[in-house]
């Protein structure tokens, strides 16, 4: 009733001031009239029996086929009033795959603001005699996760600009940023991932995510070697081609692979066919980040006329360095959309380690109210098998991130229907296409979805969508997920 009663004010009070406007501005009286605001209304109580009993008989029939034999569930809330819509299995554990990346995301921007930028330092330690620096530079990692080899390239340029041309000590690298000392790889991680860039390990001083990427294309003949374009080129790994040109009617097959017994080898495999019409193009993880970023960085500065006596090594700070160059990376909303949009699990394993792990995590999910022992935290990206989550606690994720300081950054940054990120080519129908804010998730027998979905006469509905033990069954089984997820989804948009 008090709803009503509100509406009702607001439009006596809009038809009141009606002839005011009119008189402050004649030109106005010539224009089209705006059309009225949409007012979002509660959803009835009969219209959320309707919607139960739509959604059910949707999973219902699903049951016996997409979703036969799977674990799923489904948690949806109106935004702005926090009342449910629909619930099934919300407080069950579940194998979160890339939403896990709401959990770190959402922290991260909550404990460190949109404006935070993380900060790369060169500095020098020692005296300069002509142009010899007699002591060492320090190239200090600051966590960023966006650090790129053109941002080496012009600090190495910054240390030839101020005159020095040999260096007599060493280039030391400072990767000692991070709050949470890790091992290369996270518990539960599949060691056949971790040959990919989407595996690459993290560390506090990272160039280009710790991948190199590579491009197949078909040697002149069937038969003959494949041609391979590795960029960056480094010493730190060994691309070994063992691919090969086959017939126009060949299955491309190629692949890469890491042996177990040595794992700065990576070789690439497989057939590529005749006449392919496009290159294949993949990136491999690099195995040693501090070996990674101290050769890109000694080939810069040799490049640039700046020879280093003593090679590299790995060490802190000293306390009384010099600073020679600074770069600051985009803000952390930025960060934000680069991590979500995408799903990059080498900038959610980096904010993972920033913060302090999963001790952080917890600590924040308290104060969220959340309580930590209903999730298992192994990771930030969601690509361990150990890490688990209930829909309950991604949807009270998702309503924190209502709040007006962090409403408009999350939305901008998530995946959006049929636009943009891993939901571009998805719910594009006109009913969906735009209206769907989320994050997705993929592994293995794992497809969640957790988000916003906008609705026009009730507003935002706020929903996690969690999958586990589905059988990809074939071609098009995607589409056929997709499919059942868009029919609940376009249930409660097109709600009376």
Same mark, same amino acid.
Request: charged share 20%; net charge positive.
């Given at each position: 009733?008090?709803?009503?009663?509100?509406?009702?004010?607001?439009?006596?009070?809009?038809?009141?001031?009606?002839?005011?406007?009119?008189?402050?501005?004649?030109?106005?009286?010539?224009?089209?009239?705006?059309?009225?605001?949409?007012?979002?209304?509660?959803?009835?109580?009969?219209?959320?029996?309707?919607?139960?009993?739509?959604?059910?008989?949707?999973?219902?029939?699903?049951?016996?086929?997409?979703?036969?034999?799977?674990?799923?569930?489904?948690?949806?809330?109106?935004?702005?009033?926090?009342?449910?819509?629909?619930?099934?299995?919300?407080?069950?554990?579940?194998?979160?795959?890339?939403?896990?990346?709401?959990?770190?995301?959402?922290?991260?921007?909550?404990?460190?603001?949109?404006?935070?930028?993380?900060?790369?330092?060169?500095?020098?330690?020692?005296?300069?005699?002509?142009?010899?620096?007699?002591?060492?530079?320090?190239?200090?990692?600051?966590?960023?996760?966006?650090?790129?080899?053109?941002?080496? @390239?012009?600090?190495?340029?910054?240390?030839?600009?101020?005159?020095?041309?040999?260096?007599?000590?060493?280039?030391?690298?400072?990767?000692?940023?991070?709050?949470?000392?890790?091992?290369?790889?996270?518990?539960?991680?599949?060691?056949?991932?971790?040959?990919?860039?989407?595996?690459?390990?993290?560390?506090?001083?990272?160039?280009?995510?710790? #991948?190199?990427?590579?491009?197949?294309?078909?040697?002149?003949?069937?038969?003959?070697?494949?041609?391979?374009?590795?960029?960056?080129?480094?010493?730190?790994?060994?691309?070994?081609?063992?691919?090969?040109?086959?017939?126009?009617?060949?299955?491309?097959?190629?692949?890469?692979?890491?042996?177990?017994?040595?794992?700065?080898?990576?070789?690439?495999?497989?057939?590529?066919?005749?006449? #392919?019409?496009?290159?294949?193009?993949?990136?491999?993880?690099?195995?040693?980040?501090?070996?990674?970023?101290?050769?890109?960085?000694?080939?810069?500065?040799?490049?640039?006329?700046?020879?280093?006596?003593?090679?590299?090594?790995?060490?802190?700070?000293?306390?009384?360095?010099?600073?020679?160059?600074?770069?600051?990376?985009?803000?952390?909303?930025?960060?934000?959309?680069?991590?979500?949009?995408?799903?990059?699990?080498?900038?959610?394993?980096?904010?993972?380690?920033?913060?302090?792990?999963?001790?952080?995590?917890?600590?924040?999910?308290?104060?969220?109210?959340?309580?930590?022992?209903?999730?298992?935290?192994?990771?930030?990206?969601?690509?361990?098998?150990?890490? @688990?989550?209930?829909?309950?606690?991604?949807?009270?994720?998702?309503?924190?991130?209502? #709040?007006?300081?962090?409403?408009?950054?999350?939305?901008?940054?998530?995946?959006?229907?049929?636009? @943009?990120?891993?939901?571009?080519?998805?719910?594009?129908?006109?009913?969906?296409?735009?209206?769907?804010?989320?994050?997705?998730?993929?592994?293995?027998?794992?497809?969640?979805?957790?988000?916003?979905?906008?609705?026009?006469?009730?507003?935002?509905?706020?929903?996690?969508?969690?999958?586990?033990?589905?059988?990809?069954?074939?071609?098009? #089984?995607?589409?056929?997920?997709?499919?059942?997820?868009?029919?609940?989804?376009?249930?409660?948009?097109?709600?009376?």
């Amino acid at each position: 009733m008090f709803e009503y009663r509100r509406i009702g004010a607001l439009v006596l009070a809009l038809t009141l001031a009606a002839p005011i406007a009119a008189s402050a501005d004649a030109t106005a009286s010539t224009a089209a009239p705006a059309p009225p605001p949409i007012v979002s209304t509660r959803f009835s109580t009969a219209t959320v029996a309707k919607l139960r009993a739509r959604i059910a008989a949707i999973l219902a029939a699903a049951r016996t086929g997409e979703l036969r034999g799977a674990h799923v569930a489904f948690l949806a809330i109106d935004a702005k009033r926090g009342t449910l819509i629909d619930a099934v299995h919300p407080d069950d554990d579940f194998i979160p795959a890339s939403t896990f990346k709401l959990i770190v995301g959402s922290a991260s921007l909550d404990l460190l603001g949109a404006e935070h930028r993380f900060v790369t330092t060169l500095s020098s330690d020692g005296s300069r005699a002509g142009t010899a620096l007699r002591g060492d530079l320090i190239l200090r990692g600051g966590g960023d996760p966006t650090l790129d080899g053109k941002v080496l @390239r012009e600090a190495a340029r910054a240390v030839a600009r101020s005159g020095i041309t040999r260096v007599d000590g060493a280039l030391l690298l400072d990767d000692t940023a991070f709050r949470f000392p890790s091992a290369l790889y996270r518990p539960g991680w599949a060691w056949d991932d971790l040959t990919y860039g989407y595996g690459a390990p993290t560390d506090a001083l990272s160039v280009d995510e710790n #991948a190199l990427h590579i491009t197949v294309a078909p040697g002149p003949r069937p038969g003959s070697a494949v041609t391979l374009s590795v960029s960056p080129q480094t010493p730190s790994l060994q691309i070994e081609n063992h691919a090969i040109t086959g017939s126009s009617e060949a299955t491309d097959t190629i692949d890469a692979m890491r042996p177990w017994n040595d794992p700065n080898v990576v070789r690439i495999v497989g057939v590529i066919p005749q006449g #392919a019409k496009a290159p294949d193009r993949f990136r491999v993880a690099v195995e040693n980040p501090q070996a990674f970023v101290g050769d890109a960085f000694l080939a810069d500065l040799e490049a640039n006329g700046v020879a280093i006596a003593a090679g590299t090594r790995t060490d802190p700070l000293p306390p009384h360095a010099t600073t020679i160059w600074e770069h600051r990376s985009p803000p952390l909303s930025t960060i934000l959309a680069r991590m979500w949009q995408p799903s990059d699990n080498f900038i959610a394993e980096m904010l993972f380690r920033y913060l302090g792990g999963g001790r952080a995590e917890r600590a924040w999910l308290r104060r969220v109210g959340i309580d930590p022992k209903t999730l298992t935290i192994v990771d930030g990206s969601g690509l361990s098998a150990y890490d @688990r989550i209930t829909p309950r606690a991604l949807v009270r994720i998702l309503q924190y991130d209502r #709040a007006p300081q962090r409403k408009a950054i999350v939305e901008a940054a998530l995946p959006l229907s049929g636009v @943009r990120g891993t939901l571009k080519d998805r719910f594009r129908d006109p009913i969906l296409r735009g209206k769907i804010d989320a994050k997705t998730g993929s592994v293995n027998h794992v497809r969640t979805l957790a988000g916003y979905l906008r609705t026009e006469r009730h507003g935002t509905v706020t929903f996690a969508l969690l999958v586990n033990d589905w059988m990809d069954r074939g071609p098009g #089984a995607m589409k056929r997920l997709d499919a059942v997820r868009g029919a609940i989804l376009r249930a409660i948009a097109t709600a009376p």
